[in-house]
């Protein structure tokens, strides 16, 4: 298996610009979620799906904050509009139910 | 409320020296216990893992693992430290939901 697929891998946006991630899981695994990694505030879990199904979004920061997984082989987190403190490495992970998660090699967003 | 902790932020080890990287977990039940590594620029590692049986969980690059219910820690060890071993390590449990600890950043001095 390829493992977990992330594209792109480096994205430098402007402010106000609409940002989209993708990810693709390893096939079989029925969870995908997608983590924010900063030096101030460390790996965060932003939302993570089941089966397709958002299950908790709580760490979504804000409403300029979307994710959706429309089938099993894809999932896109999308920032509409992006600001400079959205600047980060985003990770999306997949895992089997109660098993490790496996990372992809993350996005490095620059929004300046 | 469930959650890992690890205590050291930062560890600085010579290379040869044996190393121990702590985590502290609260949960209600034994969770599922894991060690992930990342090397600067990259995504996280899986290192090992503990569902059940032994103890000592052995994984890759040479580090092994001790789950002590009594403490209710799983601290990540190695005998001789490398210095491609500098990196961040990650402590992480689940049984419904995943947590991960805070990570500790090794530096490893020649």
């Known amino acids: 298996d390829a493992g977990v697929i992330q594209s792109p891998r480096h994205e430098v946006t402007e402010m106000g610009q609409e940002v989209t991630l993708r990810c693709k899981p390893i096939s079989g695994h029925d969870y995908l979620f997608w983590y924010r990694q900063t030096m101030m505030r460390g790996l965060e879990l932003l939302i993570y799906f089941n089966n397709n199904v958002p299950i908790d979004d709580s760490g979504m920061p804000e409403d300029r904050f979307s994710a959706k997984m429309p089938n099993a082989s894809f999932s896109t987190l999308k920032i509409q509009p992006s600001e400079p403190r959205d600047s980060a490495v985003y990770f999306c992970a997949s895992s089997l139910p109660g098993s490790e998660q496996y990372f992809g090699p993350g996005t490095r967003l620059t929004v300046t | 409320a469930q959650s890992v902790t690890q205590p050291d932020i930062h560890i600085t080890v010579s290379e040869g020296a044996s190393l121990e990287l702590r985590c502290n977990y609260s949960y209600g039940a034994t969770p599922y216990l894991f060690w992930y590594v990342q090397s600067p620029g990259q995504g996280l590692q899986l290192l090992l893992k503990?569902?059940?049986?032994?103890?000592l969980v052995q994984g890759i690059k040479g580090f092994e693992a001790e789950f002590k219910r009594s403490q209710s820690s799983f601290n990540l060890r190695k005998p001789s430290v490398h210095w491609s071993d500098a990196a961040e390590y990650f402590c992480a449990v689940t049984r419904n939901q995943f947590y991960f600890g805070t990570g500790t950043s090794l530096t490893v001095i020649p």
């Open positions: 503990y569902f059940s049986g032994d103890t």
